[in-house]
């Protein structure tokens, strides 16, 4: 298959798709993938379809997110409808595990998800309930539902808040480790945020890395993630995620993004440029009208961060 890159040279592997905005926890750091809010949901023929025309253009991984996407009981049929993609390597999903059973863990194991990340911001009591508004309980139990089904790996996806979190990655590298989890360390993003907002609560991760760094007994670059960096600390695997003024992140960037309510979108942090694909699917045009869509979304794509000059949207 000819490889397809937009027009900075970059290839589209990674199609990360919000299956809905509905959430059972409402954290109020959170940008719900950069998407205004809506009701409108996609059927899941409708994912599959376009899904399946995004591997025409190199799409070979799914990213699952939502809101919360264990809010649609219709999850393991969609799961299902997208492993039968052969093009498709990987399957997983985001999630914050309040709802991940172990009987629905291992029903959607079964129905074709390879893993999964849980939105975790600390495993103090006190420091989650102060964060996200509910108990503990449910969401440890969804980690511990989702390592028994084989969802591996387990990734813990932990957004550093200054002065909520920012002094407990001891504690989660302990937990990722005695799980078998890596550790995600995500920068807060300023995605539909004010300036007072993120300035109280970003928490730069520089000085983190160089400790990170000077402790590792090996170091290796995800050039399809954005060239990211994983450092093994011990036995575990801690990724660095520093997306905010980063021109290496976005230049080696490969996602595309499919909102709910079926728009593509080009780039979480631009509200620009978003391409209505859903609707003239449902009006039943063209399948190469459907592809012009897709092609222009690619083509539309842009490093948000450049060599050049940075822009914001604080």
Known sequence: MLLITDRYCRPIVNLRISLTQQCDLECFYCHREGQEHSHAEMTPEEIFKITRMGTEFGIRRIKLTGGEPLTRTDLPQIVHLLSSLTDIQEISLVTNARQLTLERALELKRSGLDRVNVNLPSVNEDTYRKIVGRDIRQALAGVKAAAKAGLNPIKVNVVLLRGLNSDEVQSMMRFAENIGAVLQLIEL?????????????????????????????????????????????????????KPVENSEFCMHCTKLRLTSDGKLKPCLMSQEHLLDILTPLRRGEDSGILRQIFKEAIDLRRPYYSTVGTSSIR
């Open 189 to 241: 993003e300023p995605v539909k945020k004010g300036e007072e907002f993120y300035t109280q609560y970003h928490y730069p991760l520089d000085d983190l890395e160089r400790e990170l760094s000077s402790k590792a007994s090996s170091v290796r670059v995800r050039h399809s993630m954005q060239n990211r960096r994983v450092y093994t600390v011990g036995g575990l695997d801690v990724e660095i995620v």
